[in-house]
T-cell receptor
């Protein structure tokens, strides 16, 4: 059974810092990995999706990398801003696309202080 | 498109009552998912549909939970009878099989007292 772990569970940084959020998964047979952002009391917003054949994806100040063989992904946030404060979740989809189910990590709660 | 639309946003009900949660997926999406989020267990997949057909309901906690998708633009998740431990935020998500990016609704916060 796939297990997804995110470390740290919570992170507080001053504005302007570059930071890295970590995601690890136990079964490397994944189809893709997706990073989400969740604001308090809100739904999930998709940030980046990395296919299993890719090593990274970039969107603005965000960069996500994937090392499938070691079961790891990182989300790099450059020049953090208070508006980046949210919970960040990673989720993996199994290689059997007929399953098409996402297994989520527990999330990293990020606070960027002005 | 307005995105995935869920209703109601909040629901408070008494134990034993029937609860129905509603979801309108993004037009054209062929997959629909129901998730439940709690502090203790995080996000868990309950059931998903492909082209309106339930594919995997192994995440449904027990027979009190049922889900339907009568057409491509509407799905319901019903709990009957509801119990306090069902209190959670329930999310609906949809995706287009080709891209596989999942889009989530705003969720329904259910409180069973």
């Amino acid at each position: 059974k796939q297990e997804v772990t995110q470390i740290p569970a919570a992170l507080s940084v001053p504005e302007g810092e570059n930071l890295v959020l970590n995601c690890s998964f136990t079964d490397s047979a994944i189809y893709n990995l997706q990073w989400f952002r969740q604001d308090p009391g809100k739904g999930l917003t998709s940030l980046l999706l990395i296919q299993s054949s890719q090593r990274e994806q970039t969107s603005g100040r965000l960069n996500a990398s994937l090392d499938k063989s070691s079961g790891r992904s990182t989300l790099y946030i450059a020049a953090s801003q208070p508006g980046d404060s949210a919970t960040y979740l990673c989720a993996v989809r199994p290689v059997n696309n007929a399953g098409n189910m996402l297994t989520f990590g527990g999330g990293t709660r990020l606070m960027v202080k002005p | 498109d307005a995105g995935v639309i869920q209703s109601p946003r909040h629901e408070v009900t008494e134990m034993g009552q029937e609860v129905t949660l509603r979801c309108k997926p993004i037009s054209g999406h062929d997959y629909l998912f129901w998730y439940r989020q709690t502090m203790m267990r995080g996000l868990e997949l309950l059931i998903y549909f492909n082209n309106n057909v339930p594919i995997d309901d192994s995440g449904m906690p027990e027979d009190r939970f049922s889900a339907k998708m009568p057409n491509a633009s509407f799905s319901t998740l019903k709990i009957q009878p509801s119990e306090p431990r069902d209190s959670a935020v329930y999310f609906c998500a949809s995706s287009l099989g080709g891209t596989l990016v999942a889009f989530f609704g705003q969720g329904t916060r259910l409180t069973v007292v």
